[in-house]
């Protein structure tokens, strides 16, 4: 597989860690999930460094085949948790944008 594309996702703003997609040629796409440490030292800069070591190491070992099976996502498992909590990150990621805006009158009067 040829990568053709990364894309980093933060969870929580990356408090909890990060989510990398690695993008093939062939339109496949690998996910690592990474989780930040008390430190705070994984950032949206060195995610994709370690999100790299992680797959060089699992290749490596022998046991990419085995025990790096692919799960299904959670629409397709139908698991209405994981989906309402996906949400909620997303929200929160976009916050204030995803706020209405607000409307509001005068309560001034003015003469007819």
Sequence with gaps: ??????????????????TIE??????????????????????????????????AAADTDGASADRLKARPSARAAGDQTAMDEQLDEGLEGTFPASDPVSVTGSSIPTDP
């Excluded at 999930?33 to 950032?43: A, F, T, Y």
């Design 1 to 18: 597989m040829q990568v053709v594309g990364t894309q980093v996702i933060p969870e929580k703003g990356g408090k909890l860690g990060f």
């Design 22 to 55: 690695f993008v093939g040629d062939g339109g496949e796409i690998i996910s690592v999930q990474l989780r930040n440490d008390d430190k705070q030292s994984l950032n949206s800069m060195n995610a994709i460094e370690r999100a790299q070591a992680v797959m």
